[in-house]
T-cell receptor, first 109, second 121 residues
Framework: TQLLEQSPQFLSIQEGENLTVYCNSS?????LQWYRQEPGEGPVLLVT?????EVKKLKRLTFQFGDARKDSSLHITAAQPGDTGLYLC?????????FGAGTRLFVKA | GAVVSQHPSRVICKSGTSVKIECRSL??????MFWYRQFPKQSLMLMAT?????????EQGVEKDKFLINHASLTLSTLTVTSAHPEDSSFYIC?????????????????FGPGTRLTVL
C-alpha cells in the first residue's frame, strides 16, 4: 500500500514566523501537488513539481521535490494570517494519486 | 488555469430522497474524475473514480448502489446519493484529472471543485 506521510498534522504559529511542512513516502511519484483548502471550499492547487530536485517559489512559499521524487517540502516565510488553512500534498504515480493526511496551519495575528 | 465547477454548493433534503451533484470541467476535457467525501477537520476520502463512457470504480466500503456515478461526457460527472439518510450528511468534493507534459514525460494533476455540503434531515 502506498503511503504519503505528511507532518506536522497541526501547526499554530505567530504572524511573521517561518514554517516547513513535509511529505514523505517510500514510493516514487511522477509528480507531486500541493493544495491549500479553506473551510467549506474545495482544495486549490498551489503547485505541481515533476523533476527530482526541483524547487518552485510562489511569493513567500517555496516548494521542493526530493531528488528521488519520494518526498517534498513546503516552506512558508513570514507567515501571515491569510496563510491559515489546510495544506495537502498529493503524489501522483501511474493512475493513482495518494493524498497526505493534511497539515492544519493556524497563523495568529 | 483549470476550472472545475460543482453544483449545487449546498443542499438540504429529507431522509429517503435522492440528491444529484454535478461536477463539470469548464476549460478542459477530463476522461477521469474523482469523487471524495470529507469529514470535519479531516483529509479527503476517495469514494470512487469516474471514467468517461464506462463504469465507475468504487473504493472499498463504498456502496455503488447508494452512490451512483455517471460520467456521460468528457466534461461532466454526476454523483447521485440515493435514499439519503442523515449519516450521508457530509462535504462532497469532485476533482477532474488533467494530464500535463514536461521534459520528463507526462504527469497527472487533479483540479477540485468547490464542494457540495449535503445535509440530510
Amino acid at each position: 500500500t502506498q503511503l504519503l506521510e505528511q507532518s506536522p498534522q497541526f501547526l499554530s504559529i505567530q504572524e511573521g514566523e517561518n514554517l516547513t511542512v513535509y511529505c514523505n513516502s517510500s514510493s516514487v511519484f511522477s509528480s507531486l501537488q500541493w493544495y491549500r483548502q479553506e473551510p467549506g471550499e474545495g482544495p486549490v492547487l498551489l503547485v505541481t513539481v515533476v523533476t527530482g530536485g526541483e524547487v518552485k517559489k510562489l511569493k513567500r512559499l517555496t516548494f521542493q521535490f526530493g531528488d528521488a521524487r519520494k518526498d517534498s517540502s513546503l516552506h512558508i516565510t513570514a507567515a501571515q494570517p491569510g496563510d491559515t488553512g489546510l495544506y495537502l500534498c498529493a503524489g501522483a504515480g501511474g493512475f493513482k494519486t495518494i493524498f497526505g493526511a493534511g497539515t492544519r496551519l493556524f497563523v495568529k495575528a | 488555469g483549470a476550472v472545475v465547477s460543482q453544483h449545487p454548493s449546498r443542499v438540504i433534503c429529507k431522509s429517503g430522497t435522492s440528491v444529484k451533484i454535478e461536477c463539470r470541467s469548464l476549460d478542459f476535457q477530463a476522461t477521469t474524475m474523482f469523487w471524495y467525501r470529507q469529514f470535519p477537520k479531516q483529509s479527503l476520502m476517495l469514494m470512487a473514480t469516474s471514467n468517461e463512457g464506462s463504469k465507475a470504480t468504487y473504493e472499498q466500503g463504498v456502496e455503488k448502489d447508494k452512490f451512483l456515478i455517471n460520467h456521460a461526457s468528457l466534461t461532466l460527472s454526476t454523483l447521485t446519493v440515493t435514499s439519503a439518510h442523515p449519516e450521508d450528511s457530509s462535504f462532497y468534493i469532485c476533482s477532474a484529472r488533467r494530464v500535463g507534459q514536461s521534459l520528463a514525460g507526462s504527469y497527472n494533476e487533479q483540479f477540485f471543485g468547490p464542494g457540495t455540503r449535503l445535509t440530510v434531515l
